[in-house]
């Protein structure tokens, strides 16, 4: 072996579906975000909320589950 054969590591990925679940939902936001904005600012705004929706997706599952 030489020593190129032993730097290269062995890089094995699996379960990226969870990738494209989150990239769905991402898109799914910002339509539903930039369709609502009447201003750029709300525009700019939706964009950013498109990135982080999973956190609003747990915060209201959260307030829902103590209300019972």
Known sequence: MTT???KKP???????SADAVYSIGMIGAW???????TTNQE???????G???????VYA???FLEKE
């Open 31 to 37: 339509v539903f975000y930039l369709k609502r904005a």
């Open 4 to 6: 190129e054969e032993q």
């Open 51 to 57: 990135l982080v929706w999973p956190a609003f997706l």
């Open 43 to 49: 525009r700019a705004l939706g964009l950013a909320k």
């Open 61 to 63: 599952l959260l307030v």
């Open 10 to 16: 062995v890089v094995i990925r699996s379960g990226g």
